[in-house]
Protein backbone atom coordinates (compact mmCIF):
# COMPACT_ATOMS: atom_id res chain seq x y z
CA UNK A 1 0.00 0.00 0.00
CA UNK A 2 1.21 3.46 -0.85
CA UNK A 3 0.70 5.93 1.71
CA UNK A 4 0.22 9.59 1.88
CA UNK A 5 0.90 12.13 4.39
CA UNK A 6 -2.93 11.39 5.75
CA UNK A 7 -3.03 8.33 5.20
CA UNK A 8 -0.02 7.35 7.25
CA UNK A 9 -1.10 9.90 9.56
CA UNK A 10 -4.51 8.05 10.14
CA UNK A 11 -2.55 4.69 9.97
CA UNK A 12 -0.77 5.89 13.11
CA UNK A 13 -3.27 7.20 15.00
CA UNK A 14 -5.38 4.02 14.41
CA UNK A 15 -3.07 1.96 16.62
CA UNK A 16 -3.79 4.42 19.06
CA UNK A 17 -7.01 4.66 18.86
CA UNK A 18 -7.13 0.74 19.54
CA UNK A 19 -4.69 0.62 22.60
CA UNK A 20 -7.02 3.25 24.16
CA UNK A 21 -10.24 1.18 23.53
CA UNK A 22 -9.12 -1.84 24.67
CA UNK A 23 -7.65 -0.01 27.61
CA UNK A 24 -10.96 1.32 28.69
CA UNK A 25 -13.10 -1.49 27.55
CA UNK A 26 -10.99 -4.05 29.84
CA UNK A 27 -10.61 -1.02 32.93
CA UNK A 28 -6.89 -0.69 32.44
CA UNK A 29 -6.35 -4.86 32.95
CA UNK A 30 -4.56 -5.02 29.53
CA UNK A 31 -2.41 -2.07 29.03
CA UNK A 32 -3.06 0.67 26.13
CA UNK A 33 0.21 1.03 26.20
CA UNK A 34 0.82 -2.63 25.75
CA UNK A 35 -1.71 -2.63 22.99
CA UNK A 36 -0.03 0.25 21.07
CA UNK A 37 3.67 -1.18 21.55
CA UNK A 38 2.31 -4.87 20.10
CA UNK A 39 -0.34 -3.34 17.56
CA UNK A 40 2.77 -1.79 16.10
CA UNK A 41 5.34 -4.59 16.08
CA UNK A 42 2.95 -6.42 14.72
CA UNK A 43 2.06 -4.18 11.87
CA UNK A 44 5.76 -3.96 10.77
CA UNK A 45 7.38 -7.32 10.69
CA UNK A 46 3.69 -8.36 8.93
CA UNK A 47 5.02 -5.28 6.43
CA UNK A 48 1.49 -3.76 6.40
CA UNK A 49 3.59 -0.76 7.49
CA UNK A 50 6.44 0.74 6.52
CA UNK A 51 9.44 1.09 8.50
CA UNK A 52 9.53 4.97 8.00
CA UNK A 53 5.87 5.50 8.16
CA UNK A 54 6.56 8.38 11.33
CA UNK A 55 8.49 9.77 8.66
CA UNK A 56 5.34 10.42 5.87
CA UNK A 57 3.01 10.83 8.48
CA UNK A 58 5.02 14.38 9.50
CA UNK A 59 5.28 13.07 12.87
CA UNK A 60 9.07 12.63 13.14
CA UNK A 61 10.11 16.39 13.20
CA UNK A 62 7.30 17.25 14.97
CA UNK A 63 8.10 14.40 17.79
CA UNK A 64 11.32 15.84 18.67
CA UNK A 65 10.23 18.61 20.43
CA UNK A 66 7.43 16.97 22.65
CA UNK A 67 9.82 15.08 24.72
CA UNK A 68 11.02 18.27 26.51
CA UNK A 69 7.25 19.70 26.76
CA UNK A 70 6.73 16.81 28.81
CA UNK A 71 10.06 16.99 30.60
CA UNK A 72 8.72 20.83 31.44
CA UNK A 73 5.03 19.45 32.49
CA UNK A 74 6.57 16.54 34.70
CA UNK A 75 8.31 19.28 36.70
CA UNK A 76 5.31 21.22 37.22
CA UNK A 77 3.77 17.86 38.55
CA UNK A 78 6.39 17.57 41.93
CA UNK A 79 5.50 18.77 44.90
CA UNK A 80 8.31 19.58 46.60
CA UNK A 81 6.36 19.46 50.11
CA UNK A 82 4.30 16.07 49.49
CA UNK A 83 8.30 14.64 48.68
CA UNK A 84 9.33 16.23 52.03
CA UNK A 85 6.04 14.32 53.71
CA UNK A 86 6.73 11.28 52.42
CA UNK A 87 10.34 10.75 52.72
CA UNK A 88 10.05 7.64 53.70
CA UNK A 89 8.19 6.72 50.63
CA UNK A 90 10.76 8.39 48.69
CA UNK A 91 13.72 6.86 50.36
CA UNK A 92 11.65 3.49 49.71
CA UNK A 93 11.37 4.16 46.31
CA UNK A 94 14.95 5.12 45.83
CA UNK A 95 15.81 1.52 47.11
CA UNK A 96 13.72 0.15 44.72
CA UNK A 97 15.26 1.59 41.94
CA UNK A 98 18.94 0.34 43.06
CA UNK A 99 17.40 -3.19 43.80
CA UNK A 100 16.44 -2.78 39.80
CA UNK A 101 19.94 -1.47 38.45
CA UNK A 102 21.05 -3.97 40.85
CA UNK A 103 19.69 -6.88 38.95
CA UNK A 104 20.11 -5.54 35.43
CA UNK A 105 24.00 -5.88 36.57
CA UNK A 106 24.01 -8.80 37.37
CA UNK A 107 22.11 -9.95 34.16
CA UNK A 108 25.25 -8.59 31.76
CA UNK A 109 26.67 -11.94 32.01
CA UNK A 110 23.40 -13.72 30.65
CA UNK A 111 21.97 -10.76 28.23
CA UNK A 112 24.96 -8.62 27.69
CA UNK A 113 25.95 -5.19 28.88
CA UNK A 114 24.18 -2.96 26.28
CA UNK A 115 21.02 -4.72 26.88
CA UNK A 116 21.29 -4.97 30.82
CA UNK A 117 22.06 -1.15 30.15
CA UNK A 118 19.23 -0.54 28.52
CA UNK A 119 16.50 -2.16 29.73
CA UNK A 120 17.62 -0.77 33.39
CA UNK A 121 16.06 2.53 32.50
CA UNK A 122 12.93 0.48 30.52
CA UNK A 123 12.08 -0.76 33.86
CA UNK A 124 12.80 2.03 36.51
CA UNK A 125 11.33 4.89 33.88
CA UNK A 126 8.86 6.06 32.12
CA UNK A 127 8.52 7.54 28.45
CA UNK A 128 10.95 10.29 28.84
CA UNK A 129 13.73 7.54 30.45
CA UNK A 130 13.08 5.04 27.63
CA UNK A 131 12.92 8.08 24.74
CA UNK A 132 16.62 8.83 26.14
CA UNK A 133 17.84 5.18 26.02
CA UNK A 134 16.40 4.49 22.91
CA UNK A 135 17.96 7.75 21.05
CA UNK A 136 21.02 6.29 22.92
CA UNK A 137 20.66 2.60 21.49
CA UNK A 138 20.07 4.07 18.26
CA UNK A 139 22.69 6.71 17.90
CA UNK A 140 25.24 3.98 19.04
CA UNK A 141 23.88 1.35 16.20
CA UNK A 142 22.27 -0.40 18.34
CA UNK A 143 19.22 -1.36 17.01
CA UNK A 144 18.04 -4.42 18.58
CA UNK A 145 18.93 -2.64 22.24
CA UNK A 146 16.50 -0.05 20.94
CA UNK A 147 14.34 -2.33 20.12
CA UNK A 148 14.34 -4.22 23.58
CA UNK A 149 13.93 -1.14 25.59
CA UNK A 150 10.41 -0.34 23.82
CA UNK A 151 9.39 -4.00 24.26
CA UNK A 152 10.44 -3.72 28.14
CA UNK A 153 8.67 -0.14 28.52
CA UNK A 154 5.44 -1.92 26.70
CA UNK A 155 5.40 -4.90 29.31
CA UNK A 156 6.53 -3.63 32.40
CA UNK A 157 2.89 -2.39 33.79
CA UNK A 158 2.22 -6.73 33.26
CA UNK A 159 5.05 -7.45 35.41
CA UNK A 160 4.62 -4.71 37.88
CA UNK A 161 0.93 -4.42 38.92
CA UNK A 162 0.60 -8.03 40.27
CA UNK A 163 3.29 -7.57 42.98
CA UNK A 164 2.70 -4.02 43.73
CA UNK A 165 -1.71 -4.99 43.65
CA UNK A 166 -0.94 -8.16 45.57
CA UNK A 167 1.40 -6.35 48.60
CA UNK A 168 -1.57 -2.97 48.96
CA UNK A 169 -4.17 -5.56 49.28
CA UNK A 170 -2.25 -6.91 52.70
CA UNK A 171 -2.01 -3.25 53.47
CA UNK A 172 -4.89 -2.28 52.85
CA UNK A 173 -6.41 -5.33 55.25
CA UNK A 174 -4.43 -4.29 58.04
CA UNK A 175 -5.09 -0.82 57.77
CA UNK A 176 -8.85 -1.65 57.92
CA UNK A 177 -8.48 -3.88 60.48
CA UNK A 178 -6.94 -1.33 62.76
CA UNK A 179 -10.02 1.49 61.96
CA UNK A 180 -12.38 -1.25 62.98
CA UNK A 181 -10.79 -2.31 66.15
CA UNK A 182 -10.18 1.69 66.77
CA UNK A 183 -14.00 2.26 66.45
CA UNK A 184 -14.98 -0.78 68.58
CA UNK A 185 -12.41 0.54 71.30
CA UNK A 186 -14.36 4.08 70.96
CA UNK A 187 -17.51 4.33 69.16
CA UNK A 188 -16.90 8.09 68.91
CA UNK A 189 -13.68 7.63 67.19
CA UNK A 190 -13.33 8.90 63.78
CA UNK A 191 -10.50 8.67 61.00
CA UNK A 192 -11.08 12.02 59.74
CA UNK A 193 -10.18 13.69 63.47
CA UNK A 194 -7.46 11.75 63.90
CA UNK A 195 -5.86 12.76 60.64
CA UNK A 196 -7.16 16.11 60.91
CA UNK A 197 -4.35 17.80 63.02
CA UNK A 198 -1.87 16.88 60.04
CA UNK A 199 -2.88 19.04 57.55
CA UNK A 200 -1.55 22.37 57.26
CA UNK A 201 -0.23 25.03 54.98
CA UNK A 202 0.03 28.70 53.99
CA UNK A 203 -2.77 30.36 53.24
CA UNK A 204 -0.76 32.80 50.96
CA UNK A 205 -1.80 33.33 47.77
CA UNK A 206 0.75 32.59 44.84
CA UNK A 207 1.87 34.43 41.81
CA UNK A 208 -0.23 31.76 39.54
CA UNK A 209 -3.08 32.03 41.61
CA UNK A 210 -3.68 36.31 41.91
CA UNK A 211 -3.37 36.22 37.93
CA UNK A 212 -5.10 32.70 36.89
CA UNK A 213 -7.17 33.90 34.23
CA UNK A 214 -4.25 34.96 32.11
CA UNK A 215 -2.88 31.08 31.98
CA UNK A 216 -4.70 30.46 28.96
CA UNK A 217 -3.63 27.55 26.17
CA UNK A 218 -1.70 29.92 24.28
CA UNK A 219 0.11 31.15 27.42
CA UNK A 220 1.07 28.31 29.07
CA UNK A 221 2.32 26.78 26.07
CA UNK A 222 4.68 30.19 25.47
CA UNK A 223 5.89 29.88 28.86
CA UNK A 224 6.69 25.89 28.49
CA UNK A 225 8.72 27.20 25.25
CA UNK A 226 10.94 29.75 27.63
CA UNK A 227 11.63 27.18 30.42
CA UNK A 228 12.88 24.60 26.95
CA UNK A 229 14.87 27.51 25.98
CA UNK A 230 16.27 28.41 28.88
CA UNK A 231 16.89 24.55 29.59
CA UNK A 232 18.60 24.40 25.95
CA UNK A 233 20.84 27.71 26.89
CA UNK A 234 21.78 26.46 30.22
CA UNK A 235 22.95 22.96 28.98
CA UNK A 236 25.09 24.23 26.49
CA UNK A 237 26.45 26.61 29.08
CA UNK A 238 26.85 23.17 31.18
CA UNK A 239 28.90 21.69 28.24
CA UNK A 240 27.11 18.67 28.63
CA UNK A 241 27.69 17.46 32.55
CA UNK A 242 23.48 18.26 32.99
CA UNK A 243 21.91 17.73 29.32
CA UNK A 244 18.70 19.93 28.32
CA UNK A 245 16.13 16.73 29.47
CA UNK A 246 17.68 17.33 33.53
CA UNK A 247 16.88 21.31 33.11
CA UNK A 248 13.76 21.09 31.46
CA UNK A 249 12.57 18.75 34.68
CA UNK A 250 14.27 20.81 37.13
CA UNK A 251 12.85 24.49 35.88
CA UNK A 252 9.31 23.18 35.87
CA UNK A 253 10.28 22.11 40.09
CA UNK A 254 11.59 25.40 40.36
CA UNK A 255 8.62 27.44 38.81
CA UNK A 256 5.65 25.51 40.27
CA UNK A 257 7.97 25.89 44.06
CA UNK A 258 8.05 29.70 43.59
CA UNK A 259 4.72 29.96 42.62
CA UNK A 260 4.89 31.38 39.27
CA UNK A 261 3.28 28.34 37.11
CA UNK A 262 0.29 26.15 39.04
CA UNK A 263 0.79 22.25 38.89
CA UNK A 264 0.79 20.29 35.95
CA UNK A 265 0.74 23.47 33.61
CA UNK A 266 0.22 21.65 30.01
CA UNK A 267 -2.29 19.00 31.32
CA UNK A 268 -4.85 21.22 33.77
CA UNK A 269 -4.51 24.76 31.83
CA UNK A 270 -2.68 23.97 28.17
CA UNK A 271 -5.00 20.82 27.75
CA UNK A 272 -2.05 19.51 25.51
CA UNK A 273 -0.01 17.14 27.97
CA UNK A 274 -1.56 14.30 25.94
CA UNK A 275 -0.75 16.12 22.90
CA UNK A 276 3.19 15.63 23.75
CA UNK A 277 2.52 12.52 25.36
CA UNK A 278 1.34 10.91 22.06
CA UNK A 279 4.61 12.57 19.96
CA UNK A 280 6.92 11.30 22.57
CA UNK A 281 6.19 7.97 22.28
CA UNK A 282 6.21 8.53 18.59
CA UNK A 283 10.16 8.49 18.61
CA UNK A 284 10.23 5.39 20.21
CA UNK A 285 8.23 3.50 18.28
CA UNK A 286 10.56 3.35 14.86
CA UNK A 287 12.50 1.24 17.22
CA UNK A 288 9.89 -1.15 16.45
CA UNK A 289 10.25 -1.85 12.50
CA UNK A 290 14.04 -2.60 13.11
CA UNK A 291 12.59 -5.90 14.94
CA UNK A 292 12.75 -9.32 12.94
CA UNK A 293 11.68 -12.89 13.49
CA UNK A 294 15.21 -13.47 14.08
CA UNK A 295 15.06 -11.37 17.25
CA UNK A 296 12.29 -11.81 18.89
CA UNK A 297 13.75 -15.09 21.16
CA UNK A 298 16.67 -12.91 22.01
CA UNK A 299 14.46 -10.24 23.03
CA UNK A 300 12.34 -12.27 24.59
CA UNK A 301 14.75 -14.22 26.33
CA UNK A 302 16.65 -11.29 27.78
CA UNK A 303 13.12 -9.49 29.46
CA UNK A 304 11.89 -12.79 30.91
CA UNK A 305 15.83 -12.73 32.48
CA UNK A 306 15.59 -9.19 33.42
CA UNK A 307 12.70 -8.98 34.69
CA UNK A 308 12.96 -12.01 36.94
CA UNK A 309 16.47 -10.82 38.01
CA UNK A 310 14.59 -7.24 39.41
CA UNK A 311 12.02 -8.99 41.05
CA UNK A 312 14.43 -11.63 42.97
CA UNK A 313 16.74 -8.52 43.95
CA UNK A 314 13.46 -7.03 45.10
CA UNK A 315 12.07 -9.12 47.31
CA UNK A 316 15.89 -9.77 48.30
CA UNK A 317 16.85 -5.98 49.68
CA UNK A 318 13.38 -5.83 51.57
CA UNK A 319 12.99 -9.11 53.01
CA UNK A 320 16.12 -9.87 53.67
CA UNK A 321 17.83 -6.78 55.21
CA UNK A 322 16.34 -3.75 57.47
CA UNK A 323 15.71 -1.99 54.41
CA UNK A 324 11.87 -2.61 54.98
CA UNK A 325 11.98 -1.13 58.01
CA UNK A 326 11.57 2.70 56.17
CA UNK A 327 8.17 2.25 54.86
CA UNK A 328 6.98 0.35 58.31
CA UNK A 329 6.34 -3.36 55.91
CA UNK A 330 7.59 -5.74 53.76
CA UNK A 331 4.53 -6.01 52.12
CA UNK A 332 4.08 -1.71 51.63
CA UNK A 333 8.01 -1.41 51.07
CA UNK A 334 7.48 -4.33 47.51
CA UNK A 335 4.46 -2.36 46.45
CA UNK A 336 6.24 1.33 46.44
CA UNK A 337 9.28 -0.56 45.12
CA UNK A 338 7.04 -1.93 42.24
CA UNK A 339 5.27 1.06 41.26
CA UNK A 340 9.15 2.20 39.07
CA UNK A 341 7.39 -0.15 36.83
CA UNK A 342 3.76 1.18 36.46
CA UNK A 343 3.39 4.88 36.49
CA UNK A 344 1.13 7.48 36.83
CA UNK A 345 -1.97 7.07 36.52
CA UNK A 346 -1.83 3.47 37.18
CA UNK A 347 -0.27 3.69 40.60
CA UNK A 348 -3.31 5.71 41.13
CA UNK A 349 -5.94 3.10 39.42
CA UNK A 350 -4.42 0.11 41.47
CA UNK A 351 -4.46 2.17 45.27
CA UNK A 352 -8.41 3.01 44.02
CA UNK A 353 -8.78 -0.56 43.41
CA UNK A 354 -7.61 -1.53 46.37
CA UNK A 355 -9.48 0.45 48.58
CA UNK A 356 -13.25 -0.14 46.70
CA UNK A 357 -12.21 -3.72 47.24
CA UNK A 358 -11.52 -3.78 50.80
CA UNK A 359 -13.31 -0.92 52.47
CA UNK A 360 -16.71 -1.03 53.12
CA UNK A 361 -17.26 2.27 54.26
CA UNK A 362 -15.80 5.77 52.63
CA UNK A 363 -14.10 6.27 55.74
CA UNK A 364 -12.75 2.37 55.51
CA UNK A 365 -12.05 3.56 51.78
CA UNK A 366 -10.19 7.21 52.81
CA UNK A 367 -7.83 5.32 54.72
CA UNK A 368 -6.73 3.08 52.76
CA UNK A 369 -6.10 5.00 49.89
CA UNK A 370 -4.39 7.83 52.52
CA UNK A 371 -2.03 4.79 53.08
CA UNK A 372 -1.57 3.07 49.85
CA UNK A 373 -2.78 5.54 47.13
CA UNK A 374 0.02 8.23 48.74
CA UNK A 375 2.86 5.79 49.05
CA UNK A 376 2.36 4.35 45.36
CA UNK A 377 1.41 7.77 43.52
CA UNK A 378 4.52 9.57 45.69
CA UNK A 379 6.85 6.44 44.81
CA UNK A 380 6.07 6.55 41.11
CA UNK A 381 6.71 10.18 41.12
CA UNK A 382 9.78 9.93 42.81
CA UNK A 383 10.87 6.69 40.17
CA UNK A 384 9.78 7.17 36.99
CA UNK A 385 9.45 11.15 36.52
CA UNK A 386 12.59 12.66 38.78
CA UNK A 387 14.91 10.18 39.08
CA UNK A 388 14.54 7.79 36.00
CA UNK A 389 15.49 11.18 33.75
CA UNK A 390 18.79 11.57 35.79
CA UNK A 391 19.89 7.95 35.57
CA UNK A 392 18.84 8.14 31.91
CA UNK A 393 21.36 10.71 31.15
CA UNK A 394 24.08 8.73 33.31
CA UNK A 395 23.24 5.32 31.45
CA UNK A 396 22.58 6.74 28.11
CA UNK A 397 26.58 8.23 28.64
CA UNK A 398 27.91 4.26 28.92
CA UNK A 399 26.90 2.98 25.52
Not at 82 to 104: D, H, N, Q
Request: glycine residues 8%; proline residues 2%; neutral net charge.
Amino acid sequence: MQFTTYSALFAVLLIFFLGDLIGALTRAKISSMFVIMMGFLVVFMAGIYPADIMDISGLSSLSRVGQYFLLFNMGTSVDLNSLKREWRTVASATIGMGAAILGCVVAIPIVGFEFAIAAALAVNGGIVAATTMVDACTAAGLATAAALVTFVYAVQKFVGTLPASNCGLTVANQVVADVRAKHQADPNYSWYNEIAEASGGSSKSLFWEKYKRYYTTFICLAIASAGILLSQILANLSQGWVNMSIWCMVLGIACRAVGLIPANLLRDYAKANGFFSFLSLCTIIPSLARIDMSQLPVIGFSSLVIFVLVIVFTLIIFCLTPAWKIAGSKQLSIGIAMCQMIGYPGTELIANEISNAVGQTQEERDAVYNKIGTAYVVSGFTSVTILSVFIASFLAKLL
